[in-house]
Every structure is written in structure tokens, then in C-alpha cells.
């Protein structure tokens, strides 16, 4: 098989984009698959597994190659993969590898930055650390949300079945269903009609975090950063249209998006608000009964799908997402009336934006009181996720 100069030159230039212009490699691959609408399905394939390979792997590569060069390192790759081209000496140099794994950093195998390296050896411990580490190198499970508002498990199951793709369920979550072949492409007639949502496992237990009396008995909920809102439509599912959901966010495209996602989910108790200012959140000061906060953060537990946080990730940012945390629960929890359920959510796996954040709200906050929690780590096969459920009482402001 010949590999191809076109598409050597589309992966350089997206490393280039991703490793040295610093933009995040979903989006330029998303680019170069637009821009080339004549890529097939295998061109695409090979695109993308080499981007994130190398990205997920890029200290590594860099390691035993001595160099930052691009070309090189692609090389590297196709060759340390024993992914065999008839005429590849004709396109990228040659290299000679002698890799011994044990002469060389276990942070350089693994292929994570210094920063983040150490900040999970910090808060997680060593030997925690590197088995969460090595899970985060491993390939994200293709999960998909069955949309009981529009069918059944069983229906859907037996529907993709027939367009050849094979599903297994999990014990865990109701909803969830397992995508055997990876290669499996979205946009089908069952996607498009609101059969089902692309959603992690992990994401799916946050609704069912909540017990079900108290979602089932909620007037209002608010997900204060709704983003394009995959938890507000596992919620607005469960409660069969009932009640009202308010997705708030800063970012209206996103919120754009979730309209367009609850058409197609037939979800018809979501309402979407931009947050403009700090009035929005006044205006519905003590008015919800549960109120969801999926807070900004430093994203290391779904390093899986985002390879690109083992490179981005710094100290000095991570100090910065700590006091927006504080602040959006110091903030937002206003919406909250007494006796409602704040539910604290990130997909970090950091104590220090998890079970310090929480400690540190129910010092500042006595009349919230913790009523479960739990973290989800990627060694456990999905994404990490940390899930607190508060309540509040009576008001001492």
C-alpha cells in the first residue's frame, strides 16, 4: 500500500497547528476534514488516529527521535507502529530507533507534561497517580444515551442492529449502550429523528446522581453552565417532559446548539437563557429546586478524548479554574431555594477541584449540607467525573 503525499502534508500541518500554534486538535482536524471534503472514510481514519496518536504521545516520539522536527516524528511514529508503506522512503526520512522503555522517564513514556505530571503525583500520590495516568492513555469507549423520550433500549438496539452496529448495555446506567466498532459514523436516520445522543457513561451518572424522588419532584431545575446541554436532555428524559429546565451559559453559540438538540430530542421543557450579566443569575435568585453547577475545569479526567490537556495544562491556569470554581458556587448557588440539592460536578480527577472545593463552599456556606459525593476514575473504563450532591437549609445570610 502507498501512502500518500496529500495526506502526509495534511497531518504535518495539523501537528504543526496543534503542537506549535497551540490550537486544540478536534477543532483542526474538524477543519481539515471540512476543507477536504474528498477525503474517504480509511483517509480519514488515518488522519485522525495518527493526529491523536502522536499528539497523546508526543514527549515520547520527541524522546527517542532527539528532535521536535514534525516530519521526523511522524516517521518515528509509522515506523515504532510498524505501519509499513511501500514507498515511504521516497516521502518522510528515515529514522533508527533503538527504544529501550526502561532507560527511558516513566513522565516521557506516559508522555505527560511536567506540570501536569507532577500535580498528579502531588494530590493523587505516586502509585495512584500512575495507574490513572496509564488509563488516560488508553482510547475512549464510544457511548451513546438512549433518548427514552423517543424509544426504547430494546428498539434501538434491534434498529442499529440492522444498519450492522453491535451494542452492549451496562449494568450501571439505564440509558447507556456500548458501541462495539469504533469506526461507527453518527449521522444516521436514528440520529438525525432523536433516537439517541453521544454521551460518556461517566456524564450519564450525573443525572441519575440525583435520587429520583427528589428529580421527580423538582418544579425547576437549573444547569447553570449548560453548555450545548447533553446533561439538561438526559434530564428533561427522565423527567418525561415535566417540570421546567432553565440551561444557562455565557456562550449563546452553545446554547444555540442545544436548541437545535432539543428539537431533535423532542425535549420540550428545556428553556435556554445567556447568561449577559449577573442579573440573570438575580433574577432567578432562590426559584430552583435543583440546581445542576458542571463547573469549569482543568479537564484531566477525560484526557481520553482530549489528549491535547497533557501538553496545555500548567499550574498557573489551574490556579485560575480553582477561583472561578469558587466563585460560580459562591455565585450561582443563590438560584438555589432552601431545602433544594446543589449538585457539584467536574470531569477532573484533582482532589483540589473536587473534595477541597467542596470542603472549602461547606466552610463558607453552613447552611448547605453534603449529602453524598463520589469520583469516578478513568481506571474504571470511562471518563473521570467527581459528583457532590448538597442540600441547603434554612438561609443565615
Known sequence: MKLHKALVNIIIEALYKVLKENHYSDKVLEHYFKTNPKLGKRDRKFIAESVYTIVRYYYFFEYITGTSDLTKIFSAYLHYNQLEFENLQEILPSVNLSVDLNQIPKRIQLSYNEDLWNEGISQLGEEK???EASALNEHAKLVIRVNTLVTSKPELQSLLQKLGIETEEHPDVEEALIIKDKTFVSPNEY???????FQDLSSQR????????VLQNA???IDACAGAGGK???????KRNKGQIIALDVNPKKLQELEKRSRRNRSSNIVVKPIESNKTIKRLKDSADILLLDVPCTGTGVIKRNPDTKLKFTSENKQEILQLQRELLLNYSKMLKNNGYLLYVTCSILPEENDYQIQWFLENKEQFQLVKKQTIYPSEGFDGFFMALLKKGSSKD
Not at 232 to 238: D, E, I, K, N, P
Open 206 to 213: 450525573v443525572a441519575h446522581f440525583i435520587p429520583e424522588d
Open 129 to 131: 497517580w500512575l495507574k
Open 191 to 197: 440520529f438525525l429523528k432523536g433516537y439517541y445522543e
Open 232 to 238: 439538561s436532555l438526559h434530564l428533561s428524559a427522565l
Open 219 to 221: 418544579s425547576r431545575i
